[in-house]
């Protein structure tokens, strides 16, 4: 039964949110056998801090930012989640962030519990310095709440691998030592783990290739068309390795729109014009290709749809038109429960978002062991374990789904948050 929670905890109006919870509780009604209190203790986030503070821009003004750091579970270990920056950040959008978070470590066995974080902020409008400001000072603000043991940030939307270098450094200038696995997703020259910028996109590659097995689709590669929605470190990841396996990449977009040749799109070639933009974004691109927006691409005739933007993008308004087989999440969240019922109810399989997109997190672990024993590995080894871990936890969900006869983000999600309830009973309850 919930008792005594805050009731700004569990009221919430935030779309992200609702469908992570809607989630939750869809997987707990096959777990009847766990106590109600365990099911509550579960689902909320055990610690949150907003930060409202100061930073100095260009001009010499000083602007205000406001920021969230959550850790929803740590029962498994040290809490691990990305760090955001878009407009678009809430407190309620992190906590279902660091909500899944929890789920895609348990999913893949890592000995992590969720957490995420976030800033209100448009990086696209900030100069390197500004950024460089708002980072150290962001991190200053949460250092309590983040450390080796405690709580590991990563890159997320809006944040890369240079933003992980101020958070390490700050952290370590704040302690007088360096402490490289306090953040993973850091540049290789500070501690980062070769494979790491590749390793979710490479991960959601790793996935489609499972399903379209188990779909017993074993048509050629340049005969499965493939979508992607988004085009930064997920979406294009993912697009670089689906070209390179061989398979059709016939429209891919980002925040300034689609981009659509059914005959294939070079996609090493948008991924250099990228790199070139001052903005990182596709706006201007001028290959051979038409284009659509970004709505019109969800619904294109493909075999393959890669979600790999945002959330939200799925809805039950939109889902009776899409026409892939297959959908495997990049992003977080981009399907709501009402868009999931649609498509099972379509029979289009969905690789929900904790394990298609899990590479990241996966890798984000190999980095941290790699940096606490001051001992690298080679690439090869990086994508051995990786695609080992990932094809491990499919099985599992695969199996999970069929015990319960249910959809594989259900399977997911009954398997994650079980082993998460039995460490916790395991664990008992503290005092
Ligand atoms: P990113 O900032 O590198 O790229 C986001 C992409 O989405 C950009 O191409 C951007 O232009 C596009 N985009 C933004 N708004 C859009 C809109 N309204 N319509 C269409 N495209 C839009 O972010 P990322 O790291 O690639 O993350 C993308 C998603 O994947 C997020 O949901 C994130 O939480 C999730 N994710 C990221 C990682 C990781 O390792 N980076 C790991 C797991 C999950």
């Known amino acids: 039964m919930v008792a005594n929670l805050a009731p700004s905890v569990r009221a919430t109006s935030d779309p992200t949110y609702q469908t992570a919870l809607q989630q939750f509780d869809r997987a707990v009604a096959y777990l009847r056998d766990l106590p109600d209190g365990l099911i509550e203790f579960l689902k909320w986030p055990r610690r949150e801090l907003s930060v409202n503070f100061p930073v100095r821009m260009d ?51 890592l000995p992590y519990g969720g957490a995420k974080g976030g800033v209100i902020v448009d990086p ?12 150290r000072r962001f991190t200053s603000e949460i250092i309590l709440f983040i450390g080796p043991n405690i709580d590991i940030p990563a890159p997320d939307m809006g944040t890369n691998a240079q933003t992980m270098a101020w958070m390490m450094d700050t952290y370590s200038m704040t302690v007088g ?9 850091k540049p290789i020259n500070i501690g980062g783990s070769l494979g790491r910028e590749e390793a979710t996109g490479r991960g959601v590659i790793v996935c489609m290739l499972e399903a379209l097995r188990q779909q017993g689709l074993h048509r050629s590669p340049k005969d499965i068309n493939v979508v992607i929605q988004g085009f930064g470190n997920v979406g294009s990841n993912a697009a670089q390795r689906a070209y390179d396996l061989g398979f059709n990449i016939i429209a891919v977009s980002d925040v300034t729109g689609g981009y659509f040749n059914p005959k294939g799109l070079n996609i090493p070639e948008m991924r250099a014009f990228v790199q070139r933009s001052a903005k990182r974004t596709l706006q201007g691109y001028v ?61 289009i399989t969905v690789v929900p978002d904790i394990l298609a997109n899990a590479g990241g997190v996966t890798v984000s672990y190999f980095e941290w062991v790699q940096g606490l024993q001051e001992y690298f590995w080679d690439e090869d080894e990086v994508y051995r374990r990786l695609e080992r871990v990932l094809i491990k936890a499919y099985d599992n969900v695969v199996t ?22 039995q460490a916790t009973l395991t664990r008992g309850f503290y005092p």
């Open 287 to 347: 290959g051979d290709a038409e284009r659509m927006s970004n709505a019109e691409l969800l619904e294109l005739p493909c075999d393959v749809l890669i979600p790999a933007a945002m959330e939200g993008q799925i809805t039950a308004s939109n889902a009776p038109r899409i026409q892939a087989s297959l959908i495997v999440e990049g992003a977080n969240g981009p399907i709501t429960p009402d868009g999931d019922d649609v498509l099972n109810d379509r029979g």
């Open 124 to 135: 696209k409008a900030m100069s390197v310095a500004e950024l460089a400001n708002l980072t």
């Open 177 to 185: 030592y360096s402490v490289p696995a306090v953040v993973t997703g």
């Open 400 to 421: 999970t789904a069929e015990h319960h006869g249910v959809d594989l983000r259900t399977a997911a999600q009954i398997t994650a948050i079980n082993r998460v309830a």
């Open 59 to 109: 001009d010499s003004s000083v602007k205000i930012f406001s920021g969230y750091r959550v850790h929803h579970n740590t029962v498994l270990g040290p809490s691990k989640g990305g760090i955001r920056y878009s407009l678009h950040v809430s407190l309620d959008e992190v906590r279902a962030l660091a909500m899944w978070m929890s789920w895609k470590c348990a999913l893949v066995n």
